[in-house]
């Protein structure tokens, strides 16, 4: 029987604030588990309207899928947060676009009629568990030269990129960097961020039991000489230091999407429309130029131009990055249109979870600029992929 696609809304999206990784960091007694359990009961918590047995999918990512992390986590995830047993959920793994395609993929299932309802988010615990644990690269990648040894070190990756596109400079990259820490610095004292983040119980042997409420990796009052002088880590003499890139990070972020029709049935309120969305595989050696492919192929397809886009949030892997995509797209470094109130540099990047936070951010963009109509969540993503999806004012 023909079917008739489904218009799909973007309903609400919460995280827990971000740690550093590590022994020190905030979360480093707390379980990858809690944090998306957490999430999962602060969006039931701020949608009471929704019936728990209404939901339709819980579709969690994780980068690294074992211990805390594992077991199938976004149903045992669902399970721990008190949905009935009869919802079902499932993991997911695109490397840093986990949370990213848990949104595309359920969007789909709803678009096709598969779905009514679902959550969709990611979790990453680096602390737990670092990035490439347990992974077993396959000889072959190397020995037939498929991909250059870089591919598999990210941090290489952003170098190869300063190396292809000079006028990239290190002095660049600083700069956008501070201004990502200015920009955050703002949003917080404005008190933009904590509307959507939940406080996170946590312990600590040593200082008992505590509560997380902002993000612990931002360094207001950052300044161009503070990152003049950082090492870089990757290559001597290099462009990548840890203040012009995402720190490792714990967090976790979730999100409701729903038909159009069922979220104004069920009285839940539609932030943005998905219009339509595109991944793109690049050469793994160079993985940040991702986000390039990835927004030309979902332009040109909806008859498209970047001056149709009013707003872009692009996650801030590394400074190189963002400014080889707003090169691309002839953006000045400073545009407006970009990350408003900052970006990963400065709040964290905890892998797979960091897509809906950029989803949640320019839901908030579209409530505060009435003006536009279109905007964009964009990402680089490991071994050399990029994802893009184009939002609609509802």
């Known amino acids: 029987m023909p079917r008739i696609a489904r218009d799909v809304v973007f ?4 995280r827990t604030p971000f740690g550093k990784a ?5 979360y480093a007694e707390t379980r990858a588990d809690d944090l998306i359990v957490r999430v999962i009961r602060e969006l039931r918590r701020r949608n009471p309207s ?6 339709d999918e819980v579709a969690i990512a994780a980068t690294t899928q074992t211990g805390d992390q594992g077991l199938t986590i976004g149903r045992s995830a669902a399970v721990l947060a008190g949905l009935p047993k009869s919802v079902p959920g499932y993991a997911i793994d695109r490397m840093c676009a986990g949370a990213m395609t848990a ?5 789909g299932g709803i678009a096709f009629g598969a779905y009514d309802v679902a959550v969709a988010g990611g979790v990453e ?3 737990r568990h670092p990035m490439g644990e347990g992974v077993d690269p396959n000889p072959r990648f190397l020995s037939e030269k498929l991909v250059d040894g870089s591919a598999l070190v990210m941090g290489m990756t952003a170098e190869n990129l300063h190396d292809r596109y000079p006028q990239i400079t290190k002095e660049r990259a600083d700069a956008y960097a501070v201004r990502s820490q200015q920009k955050v610095a703002e949003a917080y004292e404005a008190g933009r961020f904590q509307q959507d983040l939940v406080p996170m119980a946590i312990r600590s042997a040593e200082k008992g039991y505590g509560l997380a409420t902002r993000d612990e990796p931002p360094r207001p009052g950052t300044t161009l000489e503070d990152l003049a002088g950082l090492k870089t880590p990757f290559r001597p003499h290099g462009h990548v230091t840890a203040g012009n890139a995402a720190g490792l990070n714990d967090g976790a972020t979730g999100c409701i999407v729903a038909a159009e029709e069922v979220a104004a049935e069920l009285g839940l309120t539609a932030r ?13 050696e160079v993985m940040g130029i991702g986000p390039v492919p990835a927004t030309e192929k979902l332009l040109a397809r909806n008859s498209l131009t970047m001056d149709d886009i009013g707003l872009i949030e692009i996650n801030e892997a590394f400074a190189v990055q963002v400014l080889a995509f707003l090169d691309h797209f002839k953006i000045a470094d400073d545009d407006p249109r970009v990350n408003p109130w900052g970006g990963a540099i400065a709040i964290g990047h905890p892998l797979a979870s960091s897509g809906v936070r950029l989803m949640t951010q320019l839901s908030r963009h579209f409530a505060e600029r009435p003006d536009v109509r279109y905007g964009l969540t964009t990402m680089c993503v490991g071994m050399g992929m990029g994802g893009t999806v184009l939002w609609e004012r509802v």
């Open 11 to 14: 309903v609400d999206g919460v």
């Open 22 to 26: 590590g022994p020190k960091g905030l």
């Open 50 to 55: 929704l019936p728990a047995e209404r939901i």
């Open 103 to 107: 949104v595309t993929s359920v969007a």
């Open 125 to 127: 615990h680096m602390g």
């Open 272 to 284: 943005m429309r998905l219009v339509d969305y595109s991944f793109a595989g690049v050469e793994p």
